[in-house]
T-cell receptor
Framework: SQQGEEDPQALSIQEGENATMNCSYK?????LQWYRQNSGRGLVHLIL?????REKHSGRLRVTLDTSKKSSSLLITASRAADTASYFC??????????FGSGTKLNVKP | DAGVIQSPRHEVTEMGQEVTLRCKPI?????LFWYRQTMMRGLELLIY????????DSGMPEDRFSAKMPNASFSTLKIQPSEPRDSAVYFC???FGGGAGGPNEQFFGPGTRLTVL
């Protein structure tokens, strides 16, 4: 299965701290995306990184991609209580098929 | 744009009944995805359409599940007959692009929470 695996499954930090989540996958990809899901809501796209890119930034988000290790990381800097949510990585393979990981549940304590 | 619209938002039904979930994608998007989310199995892709044509339905659990996209602005996911293990949140998502069009960003609907008693 191509399904990604996020690590850790759950993360609890204090407001202001940085949060790092990791994602590993199994086969070749076109791109990797990170999504956020608030409880009871649909997923919201955060950032996309292409297979030929190594790092990307968007506001307080920093994403890295290591295709040799088949892994990606999402860093949220200066976290806020409003960042509390589940975060998923999604890989798109060469057939435009998406595989979502199992998610990391982030809790940011005020 | 109102975003991806799903109906109903909640559905409670009894085992054996037919269930139909509906989705209206964002206007102009050419790909539509149906997902199922449970605590045990996470988020699973059931089927996706490109230009109204089913491209990959390998995620559809079994013959009880069927999906259609009669036009670019409407899709249905039907379960007949429903079983308690079908209880989950079903998400519809749409995107523009893919293939030669480049990578997709998917826009998700709010989901339909299905409970089969």
């Amino acid at each position: 299965s191509q399904q990604g695996e996020e690590d850790p499954q759950a993360l609890s930090i204090q407001e202001g701290e940085n949060a790092t989540m990791n994602c590993s996958y199994k086969t070749s990809i076109n791109n990797l995306q990170w999504y956020r899901q608030n409880s009871g809501r649909g997923l919201v796209h955060l950032i996309l990184i292409r297979s030929n890119e190594r790092e990307k930034h968007s506001g307080r988000l920093r994403v890295t991609l290591d295709t040799s290790k088949k892994s990606s990381s999402l860093l949220i800097t200066a976290s806020r209580a409003a960042d509390t949510a589940s975060y998923f990585c999604a890989t798109e393979d060469n057939f435009n098929k998406f595989y979502f990981g199992s998610g990391t549940k982030l809790n940011v304590k005020p | 744009d109102a975003g991806v619209i799903q109906s109903p938002r909640h559905e409670v039904t009894e085992m054996g009944q037919e269930v139909t979930l509906r989705c209206k994608p964002i206007s102009g998007h050419n790909s539509l995805f149906w997902y199922r989310q449970t605590m045990m199995r996470g988020l699973e892709l059931l089927i996706y359409f490109n230009n109204n044509v089913p491209i990959d339905d390998s995620g559809m659990p079994e013959d009880r599940f069927s999906a259609k996209m009669p036009n670019a602005s409407f899709s249905t996911l039907k379960i007949q007959p429903s079983e308690p293990r079908d209880s989950a949140v079903y998400f519809c998502a749409s995107s523009f692009g893919g293939g030669a069009g480049g990578p997709n960003e998917q826009f998700f609907g709010p989901g339909t929470r299905l409970t089969v008693l």
